[in-house]
T-cell receptor
Framework: AQTVTQSQPEMSVQEAETVTLSCTYDTSENNYYLFWYKQPPSRQMILVIRQEAYKQQNATENRFSVNFQKAAKSFSLKISDSQLGDTAMYFC???????????????FGTGTLLAVQP | DAGITQSPRHKVTETGTPVTLRCHQTENHRYMYWYRQDPGHGLRLIHYSYGVKDTDKGEVSDGYSVSRSKTEDFLLTLESATSSQTSVYFCAIGPPGSYEQFFGPGTRLTVL
């Protein structure tokens, strides 16, 4: 069974600074996807970034980037130039790349609550 | 935003009563999912559907049932609600050929 671990329950960063959120996972699969979701106080789940395991290049989306270390089973999220609107709970998630895309079940970590301080 | 709505958005009920939560999508996607979110657990999959009348269990399915009679609607039923089912419930949809899921706004359920 796959598991996802986020070892930082809470983090804080000053506005305009850079912060890195950690995520590790355990799987015997070779093909899979990793995701970071953001959940602001509104409770809406928002996809931040996605990484395909077969890609060596780290994914980036504007101020958000990941450090994907497949051998170490590590998938950290870096937020550059932190903004007040980045204050949210961040969830790391894993999905097997099933043949035919059959069920696409997400397995989530327990989340990291990030507070951006003015 | 993906066209996903959930109803009701908030509900308070008593132990032992039946509860049905509704997820409605306007995207005509095949895959739909129900998750629950609890502190210290993240989101956990309850049930999912891969087509009309095709459903299967997820990680925490005990005490829940689902039905999908139309592509656009996926219902989650608690036959006899218990306090341990107090949670925030999220519906999600998954476009075919994509590994992304889009989430509804969530339903906060309190069982007294």
């Amino acid at each position: 069974a796959q598991t996802v671990t986020q070892s930082q329950p809470e983090m804080s960063v000053q506005e305009a600074e850079t912060v890195t959120l950690s995520c590790t996972y355990d799987t015997s699969e070779n093909n899979y996807y990793l995701f970071w979701y953001k959940q602001p106080p509104s409770r809406q789940m928002i996809l931040v970034i996605r990484q395909e395991a077969y890609k060596q290049q780290n994914a980036t989306e504007n101020r958000f980037s990941v450090n994907f270390q497949k051998a170490a089973k590590s998938f950290s999220l870096k937020i550059s130039d932190s903004q007040l609107g980045d204050t949210a709970m961040y969830f790391c998630a894993f999905m097997r790349a099933e043949v035919g895309g059959a069920t696409n079940k997400l397995i989530f970590g327990t989340g990291t609550l990030l507070a951006v301080q003015p | 935003d993906a066209g996903i709505t959930q109803s009701p958005r908030h509900k308070v009920t008593e132990t032992g009563t039946p509860v049905t939560l509704r997820c409605h999508q306007t995207e005509n996607h095949r895959y739909m999912y129900w998750y629950r979110q609890d502190p210290g657990h993240g989101l956990r999959l309850i049930h999912y559907s891969y087509g009309v009348k095709d459903t299967d269990k997820g990680e925490v399915s005990d005490g829940y049932s689902v039905s999908r009679s139309k592509t656009e609607d996926f219902l989650l039923t608690l036959e006899s609600a218990t306090s341990s089912q107090t949670s925030v419930y999220f519906c999600a949809i998954g476009p075919p050929g994509s590994y992304e899921q889009f989430f509804g706004p969530g339903t906060r359920l309190t069982v007294l």
